[in-house]
């Protein structure tokens, strides 16, 4: 019984819904065709009647002006008469500023007085004919109107329709053929089975609903098939892909070692370079400024003793102090070689990088407050102690807080950290908020004799003596500068963890 009642409500064949389908679409195509080309022939041929009716009535306004302005209607009467070899021309009508009928050709109809001044005033058009309404003069304030006929245009119109209507006919049974023919069941499964298998031949992954396996025909038969397949290349895809995961990651990991190993031998090389360029640089200034030290000596003394003679007013007093100041700038910088060409012969002691670092920003506060600078310290707790000099140290806490002063003439801050990076690494960090270090020239900050002040103003080894010192110490110094900003100027060196030092 259920069998049987399933039998009876068995949906329709394909072939039965394809061809309705096609009927309903020749059907609307019908209708939309016959309304686009009533629209199309509409809009063609109205128009140029509708310009046609204008210019001829503006014609015969123009020939019957005279008459009506003499009050002549068997003139103006004998003039719309010649309307009559106009084909399409029905009637013509005259008419006075008070709805008097003035002249006429044709049947015209009567109009309501109601309806005359609108009738006057426009244009109409009806199912029959086309009327177009003119002024006569322009002072007169008569109107003429004329009608065509719409005739010709509704011959055409009912021509197109028929023609639409006998083709219909024609493309209908073609198309329920064709729809008969197409709609076996076949086309559309086997189209279906094409493109999921040349989506799989392209390595899409295809889900297993979108195959038709719940059809009874030999497509199902045909889609089950399929969907065992592609069960299988989803299980053999999901291993590739848990495969290739596993690679990519190790590859990765492989990768990211492997720039850090580049990096790190990179910073090495350029340390070994800057090293051996500062040794090089080291053992040269040591030597000249050896030479220079004693013939300079001799001249500094020699100056100062003709300023101590040599009256303020007497010309030479002038001279004379130009040469002891530039001597004694000669005999600073003697005494930074000298310096910077002895790094690393000092002795090695215990060092509490907190008390250094506020002992020796006493040396820099007084140029600080002249400058309204203000000198911000952030020191962290329990520090390990540091194996170092504590000359050297102060050194490149001293050249630093110089170098932040020198960018901050008119007024900033001079910040200056201490920290645990990590359990065997201590960092000093100097911040200006100076002009920052242009990126160009950031590569040559540490190059003996390098250096971006006026001339008379650095001698280019205050950064460089940084450096040896650092090198010595076996730390790194690093530099992060963003122009118009500010320059962070950071120091790390390796932790003794034999103590603590004070907070």
Known sequence: MKARAAALVRPWPLTVKLVGLLSAVIVITVLSLSVSLTATLTASTEGPLHERAKSLATVMATLVLPAIEFEHTEAATERLSALSKSPDAVYAAIYAPDGTLLAQWGQVPKASPFLLPVLLATSQVNAHHLQAAVPVGDTLHSSLIVAFSR?????????????????????????????????????????????????????????????????????????????????????????????????????????????????????????????????????????????????????????????????????????????????????????????????????????????????????????????????????????????????????????????????????????????????????????????GIPEEVRSRIFDPFFTTKPVGEGTGLGLSLVYEIVQQHRGQIEVESQTGVGTTMRVRLPAHMGGTAST
């Open 151 to 435: 005739a010709e245009q509704e011959n055409q119109r009912a021509a197109i329709i028929q023609s639409a209507l006998l083709t219909s006919g024609v493309l209908l049974p073609i198309m329920i053929l064709l729809g008969v023919l197409v709609a076996t069941g076949i086309v559309q499964p086997i189209r279906a089975m094409t493109a999921i298998a040349d989506a799989i031949a392209r390595g899409d992954r295809i889900a297993v609903s979108q195959l038709p396996s719940n059809r009874p025909d030999e497509s199902g038969t045909l889609a089950r098939a399929f969907q065992r397949l592609l069960e299988q290349e989803h299980e053999h895809q999901s291993q590739l892909e848990a495969r290739v995961e596993e690679r990519t990651q190790a590859l990765q990991q492989a990768n990211a070692e492997l720039a850090l190993r580049l990096r790190q031998l990179a910073e090495a090389q350029e340390q070994l370079v800057q090293t051996g360029k500062m040794a090089a640089v080291g053992q040269l200034a040591g030597g000249v400024a050896h030479e220079i030290n004693n013939p300079l000596a001799v001249i500094l003394g020699f100056a100062q003793g003709m300023e101590r003679r040599v009256p303020e007013k007497d010309p030479l007093s002038l001279p004379v102090r130009s040469i002891v100041r530039e001597a004694l700038r000669c005999k600073n910088l003697v005494q930074e070689l000298l310096t910077f060409s002895r790094v690393g012969k000092k002795t090695v002691e215990s060092v509490d990088l907190n008390a250094l670092v506020r002992s020796t920003l006493v040396l820099v506060e007084a140029r600080a407050r002249t400058q309204e600078v203000k000198i911000i310290p952030d020191f962290a707790g329990g520090l390990p102690i540091l194996q170092g000099n504590k000359t050297q140290l102060q050194q490149v806490l001293v050249n630093l807080g110089t170098n932040a002063l020198d960018v901050m003439k008119k007024g900033g801050t001079l910040t200056v950290r201490t920290f645990l990076q990590a359990p065997d690494s201590v960092c000093l960090e100097v911040t200006d908020t100076g002009s």
